[in-house]
């Protein structure tokens, strides 16, 4: 069985269309990692997920059950963009205020776990209006947290963060599926980060699934690739582009050979045409450039 | 990283998930500077109706709106068709400050994101509609109260006469705030319709509490016990000539428009996207 099973989900606003035949397989125990750019289709599609809009067409099954299932819906926690919390209450009255609504039982022992999960034990008496973004950030996932959901669905918790608000909130979503062995559908731009925490993916485009993969499949899909540096930077690429397929320069001032056969090969034959290579390294392309491509391959460029 | 667990699905029954949500909303509102602001407004309506027309005019003289008391909490025959304001101006007028509380109370959960919260865990519809609609009943007869307390101290200050039927009276007071529930249930539905305009939602809440339309009614049709069946006819038909039965017809209003609102805000609730 999977967490989350949606087979031909559609959405409609009006004349648009958000979402467009939408398929996902997110399985059991996954950190999926949803992916795609700003009007994919990615919060509306999580909205349809926790039950907060409507589809106009299409099934979304939940363990098994529809999602509008409220057993099921008893066990999804969430977290869309902001969490839903009073200005002028502590966290701590906010915490209680939700594990009141969802009937929580012994209230004080969840919300004490949910804040030591999110590393926010010392914060618990702040008003919730005094806390940085990404202290709201983390109470949103104690929220999330709070009633021991079996799926989390997270939109967007990382964007906005500083570098060591990502690594707490990192830390975070993986101390919560080793703890609470939950699955996680998380969304992000920050593909860097998504793809430390990540065991599932899904790419979405226009309203559409483009790709869904596991993080081994990527880590196949992703090229290996030799970067190199030279004196005579416009001359080697030259060169290189007459004997390999794909040669680019990066950002960051490297020449990237993507199909050679080794790095020695290369420094032969520069060498056997005059040029000294100063710098060379073998990498793999990471979840930001395979998107990237496959999105240039998607727009046909 | 594969590490899931065994699945149990159960969600807390009905009556467990309205008296979490009660709890909330019941927190909010003892919480809130509003409700007491609102309590307050209630109490000095009255004050300053009965203190304002009990001053001396220009030649020295006092022309009183209300001969008695009592007046300011209900007029002394269900009169649908107002023909002056001091029949209009009395504990109806809560009412009227209600809606805008309700709006701001409801406009509230929109605002702060609760309502996403909430209707993303089991949460259904129809337990946020009773939710909503048993606490502003209960905040708006708390306003009754402190008006009608407010109307009272106004009244010995101003030295207004109390004659009275005690039964009459005490009918006409729980009459009212009977009245509370289907007035509340209107704008909790009220609010959920215009839950994404603010604004629109306090006006429409003014609009309705004023009665314009029943008055609108009144004047064409008369005096006519038939509008009872609405919120305000039965808010008029508790009067200071009210007994028992009368107290019976408003709960039956009340209690009967309560569940209808309730069950249409549902269903709005149910067939449109939250946010």
Same mark, same amino acid.
């Given at each position: 069985?999977?967490?989350?099973?949606?087979?031909?989900?559609?959405?409609?606003?009006?004349?648009?269309? @958000?979402?467009?035949?939408?398929?996902?397989?997110?399985?059991?125990?996954?950190?999926?990692?949803?992916?795609?750019?700003?009007?994919?289709?990615?919060?509306?599609?999580?909205? %349809?997920?926790?039950?907060?809009?409507?589809?106009?067409?299409?099934?979304?099954?939940?363990?098994?059950?529809?999602?509008?299932?409220?057993?099921?819906?008893?066990?999804?926690?969430? $977290?869309?963009?902001?969490?839903?919390?009073? =200005?002028?209450?502590?966290?701590?009255?906010?915490?209680?205020?939700?594990?009141?609504?969802?009937?929580? =039982?012994?209230?004080?022992?969840?919300?004490?776990?949910?804040?030591?999960?999110?590393?926010?034990?010392?914060?618990?008496?702040?008003?919730?209006?005094?806390?940085?973004?990404?202290?709201? =950030?983390?109470?949103?996932?104690?929220? @999330?947290?709070?009633?021991?959901?079996? $799926?989390?669905?997270?939109?967007?918790?990382?964007?906005?963060?500083?570098?060591?608000? %990502?690594?707490?909130?990192?830390?975070?979503?993986?101390?919560?599926?080793?703890?609470?062995?939950?699955?996680?559908?998380?969304?992000?731009?920050?593909?860097?980060?998504?793809?430390?925490?990540?065991?599932?993916?899904?790419?979405?485009?226009?309203?559409?699934?483009?790709?869904?993969?596991?993080?081994?499949? $990527?880590?196949?899909?992703?090229?290996?690739?030799?970067?190199?540096?030279?004196?005579? %930077?416009?001359?080697?690429?030259?060169?290189? @582009?007459?004997?390999?397929?794909?040669?680019?320069?990066?950002?960051?001032?490297?020449?990237?050979?993507?199909?050679?056969?080794?790095?020695?090969?290369?420094?032969?034959?520069?060498?056997?045409?005059?040029?000294?290579?100063?710098?060379?390294?073998?990498?793999?392309?990471?979840?930001?450039?395979?998107?990237?491509?496959?999105?240039?391959?998607?727009?046909?460029? | 990283?594969?590490?899931?667990?065994?699945?149990?699905?159960?969600?807390?029954?009905?009556?467990?998930?309205?008296?979490?949500?009660?709890? &909330?909303?019941?927190?909010?509102?003892?919480?809130?500077?509003?409700?007491?602001?609102?309590?307050?407004?209630?109490?000095?309506?009255?004050?300053?109706?009965?203190?304002?027309?009990?001053?001396?005019?220009?030649?020295?003289?006092?022309?009183?709106?209300?001969?008695?008391?009592?007046?300011?909490?209900?007029?002394?025959?269900?009169?649908?068709?107002?023909?002056?304001?001091?029949?209009?101006?009395?504990?109806?007028?809560?009412?009227?400050?209600?809606?805008?509380?309700?709006?701001?109370? #409801?406009?509230?959960?929109?605002?702060?994101?609760?309502? +996403?919260?909430?209707?993303?865990?089991?949460?259904?519809?129809?337990?946020?509609?009773?939710?909503?609609?048993?606490?502003?009943?209960?905040?708006?007869?708390?306003?009754?109260?402190?008006?009608?307390?407010?109307?009272?101290?106004?009244?010995?200050?101003?030295?207004?006469?109390?004659?009275?039927?005690?039964?009459?009276?005490?009918?006409?007071?729980?009459?009212?705030?009977?009245?509370?529930?289907?007035?509340?249930?209107?704008?909790?539905?009220?609010?959920?319709?215009?839950?994404?305009?603010?604004?629109?939602?306090?006006?429409?809440?003014?609009?309705?509490?004023?009665?314009?339309?029943? #008055?609108?009614?009144?004047?064409?049709?008369?005096?006519?016990?038939?509008?009872?069946?609405?919120?305000?006819?039965?808010?008029?038909?508790?009067?200071?000539?009210?007994?028992?039965?009368?107290?019976?017809?408003?709960?039956?209003?009340? &209690?009967?428009?309560? #569940?209808?609102?309730?069950?249409?805000?549902?269903?709005?609730?149910? +067939?449109?996207?939250?946010?």
């Amino acid at each position: 069985m999977n967490a989350i099973e949606i087979r031909n989900l559609s959405k409609n606003f009006g004349e648009k269309q @958000a979402v467009n035949g939408l398929n996902m397989t997110v399985p059991m125990g996954a950190i999926y990692g949803f992916i795609g750019e700003n009007g994919s289709g990615k919060s509306t599609t999580e909205k %349809m997920i926790c039950g907060l809009i409507h589809p106009s067409g299409g099934q979304i099954k939940l363990f098994g059950k529809d999602h509008t299932d409220a057993d099921v819906r008893a066990k999804v926690g969430v $977290l869309i963009e902001t969490p839903g919390c009073f =200005q002028n209450y502590s966290v701590w009255n906010n915490l209680m205020l939700q594990a009141a609504n969802l009937s929580i =039982q012994n209230a004080e022992t969840e919300v004490r776990k949910v804040l030591k999960t999110v590393r926010m034990e010392g914060a618990a008496s702040n008003k919730y209006k005094n806390c940085s973004l990404g202290m709201k =950030q983390r109470i949103g996932i104690a929220m @999330a947290l709070l009633g021991d959901p079996t $799926l989390l669905v997270l939109d967007e918790p990382i964007n906005g963060l500083d570098a060591d608000g %990502m690594r707490i909130m990192r830390e975070v979503l993986v101390d919560i599926t080793k703890n609470y062995g939950c699955t996680v559908v998380v969304s992000s731009h920050i593909l860097g980060e998504l793809e430390k925490i990540a065991t599932h993916y899904g790419i979405i485009r226009g309203g559409r699934m483009i790709k869904e993969m596991t993080a081994e499949e $990527l880590e196949t899909s992703c090229r290996t690739y030799v970067a190199l540096q030279t004196r005579d %930077m416009s001359r080697t690429k030259a060169l290189l @582009a007459c004997k390999y397929s794909r040669v680019e320069e990066d950002e960051s001032g490297y020449i990237r050979v993507y199909d050679a056969e080794s790095p020695e090969g290369i420094v032969t034959y520069l060498y056997e045409n005059g040029i000294l290579v100063s710098e060379i390294k073998t990498a793999k392309i990471g979840l930001e450039e395979y998107y990237i491509d496959l999105m240039k391959e998607k727009e046909g460029r | 990283m594969k590490n899931t667990r065994e699945l149990k699905f159960e969600s807390p029954s009905f009556f467990q998930r309205l008296k979490g949500m009660l709890g &909330v909303d019941f927190y909010r509102l003892f919480h809130t500077p509003m409700f007491y602001i609102f309590l307050a407004i209630a109490a000095i309506i009255p004050a300053m109706i009965l203190g304002m027309t009990g001053m001396e005019n220009a030649e020295g003289g006092i022309d009183r709106l209300y001969d008695n008391t009592w007046q300011i909490i209900a007029a002394d025959t269900p009169l649908y068709v107002v023909k002056d304001i001091a029949e209009y101006a009395n504990m109806n007028m809560v009412f009227i400050f209600g809606g805008i509380m309700v709006s701001i109370f #409801i406009g509230h959960d929109y605002k702060s994101g609760y309502v +996403k919260q909430l209707f993303t865990t089991h949460a259904k519809k129809q337990d946020y509609m009773m939710s909503k609609t048993l606490v502003c009943a209960f905040a708006m007869a708390c306003m009754c109260i402190t008006y009608l307390f407010g109307g009272v101290i106004a009244g010995a200050l101003t030295q207004t006469s109390f004659a009275v039927n005690v039964g009459s009276l005490v009918s006409a007071i729980l009459g009212k705030i009977v009245m509370s529930l289907g007035w509340a249930s209107l704008y909790t539905f009220l609010n959920i319709i215009f839950r994404k305009y603010f604004g629109i939602s306090i006006a429409s809440s003014f609009f309705f509490g004023t009665g314009i339309l029943i #008055i609108g009614a009144a004047a064409i049709i008369g005096n006519n016990s038939a509008l009872n069946i609405f919120l305000y006819g039965s808010s008029v038909y508790a009067c200071l000539s009210s007994d028992f039965f009368t107290v019976l017809i408003c709960l039956a209003v009340s &209690v009967t428009w309560a #569940i209808i609102y309730n069950v249409l805000g549902t269903l709005i609730l149910s +067939k449109s996207d939250v946010y």
